[in-house]
């Protein structure tokens, strides 16, 4: 089951833990404003049958994926880096900042089955783009 997430998040929506806001020139806020997330979730969204375990929001899966492209890194490691990071936390639309994992270390094999690759890795290239 896919339960459908609320708008984009505005930077000025999500805080840091020192209340302070994130810049907008930082490249993860930069790329989370050209990504068309509201036609890229309605994609993903077909995929799902209705009733069932409620999925991972969207913007959560692929934000990993792509952090994980982008960076390099492994699975285990995307998910640590997510944890510690405002400006991840933020890219993959969580609504502030939290030490405790969004998902779990096994949830990424999932995303992988449902997000092409070809998709992922389009979004990770953007990352380096002015």
């Given at each position: ?49 209705p ?19 982008a960076?390099?890194?492994?699975d ?15 890219f993959?639309g ?26 992922v ?10």
């Amino acid at each position: 089951m896919y339960h459908h997430s609320e708008d984009q998040l505005s930077v000025y929506d999500y805080l840091s833990p020192f209340r302070e806001y994130l810049r907008q020139d930082n490249r993860w806020v930069r790329l989370a404003h050209q990504l068309d997330w509201a036609q890229l979730e309605r994609d993903y969204a077909a995929q799902f049958a209705p009733g069932g375990k409620q999925a991972i929001p969207f913007r959560c899966a692929f934000g990993s994926l792509i952090i994980k492209r982008a960076l390099g890194l492994s699975d285990r490691q995307t998910l640590l880096l997510i944890q510690e990071s405002p400006y991840l936390q933020y890219f993959i639309g969580l609504n502030g900042f939290t030490d405790k994992p969004p998902f779990s270390v096994r949830s990424m094999t999932a995303f992988r089955s449902r997000i092409p690759e070809r998709q992922v890795a389009r979004a990770a290239r953007m990352l380096g783009r002015r």
